[in-house]
């Protein structure tokens, strides 16, 4: 059964940060791109950062550009995204997604399998 999960979510203060961590099983972790989307309340979900399975290329959205860091430890079978310098505006429920492919995907479409989320709130 495949699992996809996400933790480290919460309460922070605007500039504050916070390391999200989606811990996969079920599958061969190392031959799946894995990547980081978020939805606040009344928007659609959007994709926050990507980092693929081959050679883990990264993407990064503009708005968390200088700011999120992607990375991957496969003999944990575990994507991180450090979120540095935290603000209101990156308050919602990020989602973790999976699929198994070699390049960097950034639309929530591409994706196979996905976790039910973990709340990131940034107070001002």
């Known amino acids: 059964e495949v699992q996809v999960v996400e933790s480290g979510g919460g309460l922070v203060q605007a500039g504050g940060s916070l390391r999200l961590s989606c811990t996969a099983s079920?599958?061969?972790?190392?031959?799946?791109?894995i990547g980081w989307f978020r939805q606040a309340p009344g928007k659609e979900r959007e994709g926050v950062s990507c980092?693929?399975?081959?050679?883990?290329?990264?993407y990064y959205a503009d708005s968390v550009k200088g700011r999120f860091t992607i990375s991957r430890v496969n003999a944990k079978d575990t994507v991180y995204l450090q979120m540095n310098s935290l603000k209101p505006e990156d308050t919602a429920v990020y989602y973790c997604?999976?699929?198994?492919?070699?390049?960097?995907?950034?639309?929530?479409?591409?994706?196979?399998?996905w976790g039910q989320g973990t709340q990131v709130t940034v107070s001002s």
């Open positions: 980092i693929s399975s081959s050679e883990g290329s990264t």
């Open positions: 997604a999976a699929r198994q492919a070699m390049g960097v995907m950034t639309y929530p479409y591409e994706y196979d399998y």
């Open positions: 079920g599958f061969t972790f190392d031959d799946y791109t």
